[in-house]
Structure formats: structure tokens, C-alpha cells
């Protein structure tokens, strides 16, 4: 039913806050490339959702596929829409706040067996978690706590695409 309130491709100036580096003042992760939800999107031939992440500073970017409800959590962050009862990354988020968590970062991590495989590095006390997770579930609770997104540079150097904010959303997206 959504399906209408998006268009094919919503191209997003997510570097608004470029620059801003990680929640904690630290660095890029070794072996990471700070990536920026670049376009959110449907392929034209089969509409199936998908994110592109990409390097602020190269055009290079990463395709994901992604679910139709992850695709609209990352919609609505995006588009600022404020909705009345939270979704389940916002409940993500609210119960990692109250147990005294913190989201450090994001990162898109391997490819095996034609998935994209991510973790979330969440900071509780004094100690770091890194935690299993779907790219697209990182990307919607990154988002909601103003985390970096990363990307491994060997994932981005083997399944990288060259792309420009204004290119078209076929360009971007492999046939399925």
C-alpha cells in the first residue's frame, strides 16, 4: 500500500552532517570506509526495494537489496515523517537508550553466499558489543541514532559501483 509514497528512486543529501565522525569523537574503524545512505530506491524491472550506501568523498557505492519493511523504516527517518506509535527500530532504539547504550557505528562487513553481512558496535558501560545484523536493520537503527555507516574496503573494492547523485536508479541497480 506504501508502495505509492515513494517514488523509484528518492536521492537523500545524507551528508548533512559530514564530517561529524563517530558518536565517540574517535576515527574511522581500520579498514572501514565512511559511507552515507546515498539513494533509497526500487529497481524499475522487479521493484524490489534497495539502499544504496556510498563514500562521501569517491563515487563509489554499494548496492543493497533490501525487505519492504526495512525499506520503509529507512523511508521514514529519511523524510523526517513523524508516525504515532514507533516502529521496531525506534523501539530498537529506545530500549538500547534505556539500558544505558549507546550505537557507535555501523559496518557492512563480508558478502557470503550473495548476502551482505553487517554489524553494529554498540557501547554499553564499559564495554563494546558487536552484534550480528542485517545491513538493512543497522542502516534504519544507524539512522535513527545518528551513527556512522561504514563499509569494509574490500567489500566496497569487489562489489563497488561507480555511481554520482545524479545518475539514474536502473544505472545504480543490477538485474535481478
Do not use: N
Not at 23 to 47: D, F, H
Amino acid at each position: 500500500m506504501w508502495v505509492g509514497l515513494w517514488a523509484i528512486l528518492i536521492c537523500v543529501g545524507c551528508g548533512k552532517d559530514k564530517g561529524k565522525g563517530p558518536p565517540t569523537g574517535g576515527t574511522v574503524p581500520s579498514g572501514m570506509i565512511e559511507a552515507e545512505v546515498r539513494a533509497l530506491g526500487r529497481s524499475q524491472s522487479t521493484l524490489a526495494p534497495f539502499v544504496l550506501l556510498a563514500d562521501p568523498e569517491a563515487e563509489t557505492g554499494l548496492v543493497i537489496w533490501i525487505g519492504e519493511s526495512e525499506a520503509w523504516a529507512i523511508f521514514v527517518k529519511l523524510e523526517g515523517i513523524d508516525l504515532q506509535r514507533p516502529m521496531t527500530h525506534d523501539l530498537m532504539k529506545t530500549i538500547l537508550e534505556g539500558m544505558g547504550g549507546r550505537m557507535m557505528w555501523v559496518a557492512v562487513t563480508d558478502m557470503q553466499e550473495d548476502i551482505y553481512m553487517a554489524e553494529m558496535t554498540i557501547q554499553t558501560g564499559g564495554t563494546a558489543l558487536c552484534i550480528d545484523a542485517r545491513p538493512s536493520d543497522a542502516i534504519a537503527l544507524a539512522l535513527r541514532t545518528s551513527a556512522p555507516i561504514y563499509i569494509a574496503e574490500e567489500v566496497m573494492e569487489l562489489y563497488g559501483v561507480p555511481v554520482t547523485e545524479r545518475e539514474s536508479a536502473e544505472k545504480w541497480v543490477p538485474r535481478q
